[in-house]
C-alpha cells in the first residue's frame, strides 16, 4: 500500500511535534522510509539511504527514535531480525509474514480486549503484546504438481 498524502503530513507533523532532532542521515533514513511501500530491514535502509556500512548503528538509533515518537513499527521476524515499518502514532494492528521472502500483509485482528480482561483477573497491569503470524506466500509456496 503507498502511503497517501494525508498519512505523509501526518507522519511530518508527528515529526514536528517531538522534540526530535533530525540531522542530514536522519533525514536521508526518513526519505527512504517514505518512499517504501513495504517493511523493510535495517541493513537494506541504509543502503536505500545511500549510507556507508559504518552508519548501520545511526540506521538502527533513528529507527529507535522514530519508533520512540511512534512512527515505527518493528516486526519481529522468526529469526533473527526485525522488518521496519512506517506508521501512524496509535495505529495499532499486527501482521502476516512470509519467511521466505519476508512479505507481509497487514492484519486488523487483535485481541487487546480479550488480552486485557485476563491480564486484570490476573492482576497484570500496563500490558502489552507482540502478535505477528507467520506462513509463506501464495508466490513462495512450493509448486504442488
Ligand atoms: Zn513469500
Ligand atoms: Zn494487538
Same mark, same amino acid.
Do not use: W
Given at each position: 500500500m503507498k502511503h497517501n498524502k494525508e498519512f505523509l503530513k501526518r507522519i511530518f507533523e508527528t515529526i514536528e511535534l517531538s522534540s526530535l532532532r533530525m540531522t542530514q542521515k536522519r533525514e536521508r533514513i526518513l526519505e527512504s522510509l517514505l518512499a517504501l511501500d513495504r517493511p523493510v530491514s535495517a541493513s537494506a535502509l541504509r543502503d536505500l539511504a545511500g549510507l556507508p556500512e559504518t552508519d548501520l548503528v545511526t540506521v538502527y538509533r533513528t529507527?529507535?527514535?522514530?519508533? #520512540?515518537?511512534?512512527?515505527?513499527?518493528?516486526?519481529?521476524?522468526?529469526?533473527?531480525? %526485525?522488518l521496519y515499518e512506517?506508521? !501512524? @502514532?496509535?495505529?495499532?494492528?499486527?501482521?502476516?509474514?512470509?519467511?521466505?521472502?519476508?512479505?507481509?500483509?497487514?492484519?486488523?485482528?487483535?485481541?487487546?480486549?480479550?488480552?486485557?480482561?485476563?491480564?486484570?483477573?490476573? #492482576?497484570?497491569?500496563?500490558?502489552?503484546?507482540?502478535?505477528?503470524?507467520?506462513?509463506? %506466500?501464495?508466490?513462495?509456496?512450493? !509448486? @504442488?504438481?
Open positions: 529507527l529507535e527514535a522514530f519508533e #520512540g515518537i511512534g512512527i515505527i513499527q518493528k516486526i519481529p521476524l522468526e529469526e533473527m531480525g %526485525c512506517l506508521t !501512524e @502514532t496509535n495505529d495499532h494492528y499486527h501482521h502476516f509474514v512470509c519467511r521466505e521472502c519476508h512479505r507481509t500483509e497487514r492484519l486488523d485482528l487483535c485481541l487487546e480486549d480479550e488480552l486485557g480482561a485476563r491480564a486484570e483477573k490476573l #492482576g497484570f497491569t500496563e500490558v502489552s503484546h507482540l502478535m505477528e503470524v507467520y506462513g509463506v %506466500c501464495g508466490e513462495c509456496k512450493p !509448486e @504442488t504438481d
